[in-house]
């Protein structure tokens, strides 16, 4: 049949699967927009207040479920404006597709209204990009792009389409989309047999959980494995839920705001389990000095991340749900008591703690746990706040903390918030921003009340950018350079501007009947919540330290 190249947009969006995109319309992507509206019933369009809103919504919708997330933008600064959610997506390994639409081919390279090279411009941060010239190749393009974004390690994927490509017509022959492929071809058995072996051989074992598990959909094999090797078990800002973090083997988060438990096992093991972790900079601390008593065993899905920051001495290459299976069969129980037990010594010496009274971030976080059982889909921002929900809520199951880790995007959390209410409406969403953070996105409020979504969006507001501040308290001689939010901005009344419900806390009993009247509510609500400018995350590994180096608010007054 004859279509389009707008129509073959939309029919390939249908034939992915695509239920839900997220974008703003512009001149260059009009024909698409007009096949969409015609299309409306299947595929349903959130229209954020800003691109970047429309990029972080689909990198929501994409980590909450696993599939393929979809964004729109016209040319020019609509694309651009999607340039920081692509970065994001590809710094934590999104699965994500941003379709944008670019003057007409005769117009490319003459600097024309609206022109802009955003293929060139994306080329660092995706994991492939296309300019699409020629209708023939639409289609093909637009299937290619799924199948990219998803195949192996997952990332964002850009199709740029000039406005007559949408408009010039071609033959369309459907096809179905492609059932993905295991990438089992690379895990061998010497590899598998080698690693065997070294778990044997260990004494003190612990194993380091990435986001390469949650994406893998790994839990179930990762909790049989750890059980199997009976070591303890710790992981990433990007692994959590990977492993229930009310396991009695599970330590807490590792590396710069890790636990000292986490941090202290990890520096005394002798056998490092690498379970789909890149080793970032923030996990490691001073990288000469990490593990430095473990040989290290890693399993990853990209061949780029062995030896990249940390040298291993024996690696698997697949996929971490395949890799598991596959171990699990091999091992035979082992039985590590002692070494647990040492652990677990350490886990009651020093648990995480903060302040018995008034309101702080910490007390927020464990009263929302307590309010939604543990059970909602945890959205953050970047800074204080998101260590705090990091350390401070337990995450049972994948893919309910949803926040920007490789990238650190503060503005993230509010319409990735919106992308996750969209895929689960079902489940209470409930984002977690720092006053500072807040400001960068809170126009998307009105996406959400447009939307009638029941979010709840928590601002940590100390009147400062908080994790700024505790580096200039620690490490600049308290020179606050450019970092007091000190001004008459009210959340409370913006929220209600918006359509949104608005609450202030100031104290414990304030918040914990504010929490209680949003959980009932139908419509997004705001909770502005005062906390001291001063408060920490703690412990810290200080910059160029080991981690064992790791001190909290006592050290540092000892």
Request: proline letters at 4%; aromatic letters at 8%.
């Amino acid at each position: 049949m004859q279509l389009t190249g707008a129509q073959i947009v939309i029919e390939c969006l249908k034939e992915q699967g695509v239920n839900t995109v997220f974008g703003y319309p512009g001149g260059a992507i009009l024909n698409v927009y007009d096949e969409l509206y015609k299309h409306s019933s299947e595929i349903k369009h959130v229209l954020t207040s800003h691109e970047q809103g429309a990029s972080h919504a689909a990198d929501g919708y994409a980590r909450s479920t696993g599939r393929v997330g979809v964004c729109l933008a016209t040319s020019g600064p609509g694309a651009t404006n999607l340039v920081t959610g692509i970065a994001t997506a590809y710094m934590d390994s999104v699965p994500m597709v941003a379709i944008t639409c670019n003057v007409g081919v005769s117009l490319l390279g003459k600097d024309s209204f609206q022109e802009i090279d955003i293929a060139g411009i994306t080329t660092p941060i995706t994991k492939h990009n296309f300019i699409v010239k020629d209708i023939e190749k639409l289609a093909g393009t637009i299937r290619r792009a799924f199948r990219i974004a998803k195949k192996g390690r997952p990332g964002p994927v850009l199709v740029d389409i000039p406005k007559d490509v949408t408009s010039n017509q071609t033959e369309f022959y459907p096809m179905p989309s492609e059932p993905e492929k295991c990438c089992c071809e690379t895990i061998t058995e010497e590899a598998l047999e080698q690693a065997v072996q070294m778990i044997k051989r260990s004494k003190k074992p612990y194993v380091f959980v990435g986001g390469g598990a949650v994406i893998s959909e790994a839990s179930q094999e990762l909790l049989e494995f750890v059980e199997k090797v009976h070591t303890p078990v710790t992981d990433s800002l990007m692994g959590k839920g990977a492993f229930d973090g009310n396991h009695r083997l599970y330590t807490g988060m590792l590396g710069m705001h890790g636990t000292k438990t986490s941090n202290y096992g990890v520096s005394e093991c002798d056998l490092l389990i690498a379970v789909g972790v890149r080793f970032s900079d923030r996990v490691t601390g001073n990288a000469k000095k990490f593990a430095s008593n473990a040989k290290i065993l890693q399993f990853d899905i990209d061949p780029a991340e062995i030896n990249k920051n940390i040298v291993t001495d024996a690696h698997i290459i697949g996929d971490i749900k395949e890799i598991l299976k596959e171990l699990n069969e091999r091992i035979e129980p082992q039985d590590h008591a002692q070494w647990i037990q040492k652990i677990m010594e350490y886990k009651e010496k020093y648990p995480l703690k903060y302040q018995d009274t008034g309101l702080s971030g910490p007390y927020l976080i464990e009263e929302i746990y307590r309010q939604t059982k543990g059970d909602a889909i945890m959205v953050t921002e970047v800074g204080q706040h998101q260590m705090w929900a990091a350390q401070f809520y337990q995450y049972k199951k994948p893919r309910t903390l949803i926040t920007s880790g490789g990238l650190g995007t503060m503005g993230y959390g509010l319409g990735a918030a919106i992308g996750v209410q969209m895929a689960n409406p079902k489940k209470q969403v409930v984002n977690i921003a720092g006053d500072g953070c807040f400001r960068m996105n809170m126009n998307e409020i009105a996406t959400a009340v447009r939307q009638k979504l029941p979010l709840i969006q928590v601002v940590v507001n100390n009147h400062v950018l908080g994790m700024v501040r505790q580096w200039q308290t620690l490490f600049y001689e308290q020179h606050y350079s450019a970092t007091i939010l000190n001004d008459r901005v009210d959340f409370v009344k913006l929220a209600e501007a918006m359509g949104a419900t608005g609450y202030r806390a100031t104290t414990r009993e304030e918040f914990n009947e504010a929490f209680a009247n949003a959980l009932k509510s139908e419509m997004p609500v705001v909770i502005d919540c005062m906390i001291d400018s001063d408060d920490k995350v703690w412990p810290m590994v200080a910059p160029g330290a080991a981690i064992h180096e790791a001190f909290d608010e006592d050290d540092k007054k000892n």
